[in-house]
């Protein structure tokens, strides 16, 4: 197959080609890396299977040849992100998709949307099945994310059922692991940069609040098998097993061994209480699961920000 991946520098984006490329499939990446990073692709380059576009895919967009498939995931995807850049948000969720759509209807290509949890917002259902319509403030800061990502969902069934485009909807809970960014603003690179680095870990609300932690490996796991034997309904993957934020800043704490001290600031507007995946769609439907447990991941993604940010190990 010959897929375009939107968003391919990013944390994501760049995982997934290299899954494509692994299993012999011939990948265009485009990215206008506003906050995705050359880094994440540069092992790519001179890669005979692998191009890439430096571009914006919510303006007009182009690609010459054949597309078996497009995999939209250009977007900013971290509250830092999307707080930074709330109108390129928007319309990467709005003007992006529209664009990506319309690229896989001229060329006949299966059309993945990366959506979120977020659509979710502050969930009144726990844990969340794909059934729930969510909790979303629009009007809010973080509606810009929950509700660009609300509105593709919308649009990628609008292409699906009146222009019969084979479309298929992740909903991505909590992901972690190699090549997220160190000041990207989410709680496990957060963490670790922050310990690391021997400052105060900073726990915002009262760290009772819950997510759900996926390695990257198994997202994207997940998302592979969605694109290839899934079906139009919106699916969840992501990690059932649910932590507080409190003990994933204890659990950084106890694997980096540094003595930092947790403190606690203000919790943000907006910001959910709970996330949680009910994945029995996902099991039934893909056979997937997570096999990844926390603690391992974490100490990997560890050894990561030591290498990026050159931390010699603690003895």
């Known amino acids: 197959m010959r897929v375009l991946i939107t968003g391919a520098a990013g944390f994501l984006g760049s995982h997934l080609a290299d899954r494509f490329l692994a299993e012999g499939h011939h990948?265009?990446?485009?990215?206008?890396?506003?906050?995705?990073?050359?880094?994440?692709?540069a092992h790519l380059s001179g890669h005979e299977r692998f191009e890439f576009l430096r571009h914006n895919i919510?303006?007009?967009?182009?690609?010459?040849?054949q597309l078996d498939g497009i995999l939209h995931f250009a977007s900013p995807a971290s509250p830092i992100d999307y707080l930074e850049h709330p109108i390129a948000t928007l319309k990467v969720g709005a003007l992006g998709t529209h664009n990506a759509l319309g690229l896989a209807?001229?060329?006949?290509?299966?059309?993945?949307?990366?959506?979120?949890?977020?659509?979710?917002?502050?969930?009144?259902?726990h844990?969340?099945?794909?059934?729930?319509?969510?909790?979303?403030?629009?009007?809010?800061?973080?509606?810009?994310?929950?509700?660009?990502?609300r509105?593709?969902?919308?649009?990628?069934?609008?292409?699906?059922?009146?222009?019969?485009?084979?479309?298929?909807?992740?909903?991505?809970?909590?992901?972690?692991?190699?090549?997220?960014?160190?000041?990207?603003?989410?709680?496990?690179?957060?963490?670790?940069?922050?310990?690391l680095a021997g400052e105060p870990i900073t726990i915002?609300?009262?760290?009772?609040?819950?997510?759900?932690?996926?390695?990257?490996?198994?997202?994207?796991?997940?998302?592979?098998?969605?694109?290839?034997?899934?079906?139009?309904?919106?699916?969840?993957?992501?990690?059932?097993?649910?932590?507080?934020?409190r003990q994933l800043a204890e659990l950084v704490v106890e694997l980096t061994g540094t003595r930092s001290e947790i403190v606690y600031k203000p919790l943000p507007q907006d910001d959910p209480k709970v996330r949680q995946p009910d994945i029995t769609r996902a099991r039934k439907l893909l056979g997937w699961e997570p096999k990844v447990e926390l603690r391992d991941g974490v100490s990997r993604t560890i050894d990561y920000f030591r290498s990026k940010l050159s931390v010699p190990a603690s003895k």
């Open 204 to 245: 915002y609300g009262d760290g009772m609040q819950t997510r759900s932690f996926c390695y990257v490996d198994d997202e994207i796991e997940g998302i592979y098998r969605l694109f290839m034997r899934g079906d139009g309904e919106p699916t969840n993957i992501g990690n059932p097993n649910e932590f507080t934020v």
């Open 105 to 125: 209807l001229a060329k006949n290509a299966r059309f993945f949307l990366a959506s979120t949890s977020e659509v979710y917002g502050d969930p009144l259902v």
């Open 58 to 65: 919510s303006t007009y967009t182009y690609v010459a040849g």
């Open 151 to 195: 509105f593709a969902e919308a649009m990628t069934m609008a292409y699906n059922r009146a222009h019969n485009v084979d479309t298929r909807i992740v909903r991505i809970f909590n992901t972690y692991g190699p090549r997220m960014r160190p000041h990207d603003g989410r709680v496990v690179s957060n963490f670790i940069v922050q310990a």
């Open 127 to 149: 844990p969340q099945p794909e059934s729930y319509w969510g909790n979303v403030n629009p009007i809010g800061p973080r509606g810009v994310y929950d509700e660009a990502k």
């Open 27 to 41: 990948v265009v990446g485009l990215d206008n890396v506003i906050t995705g990073s050359p880094d994440n692709i």
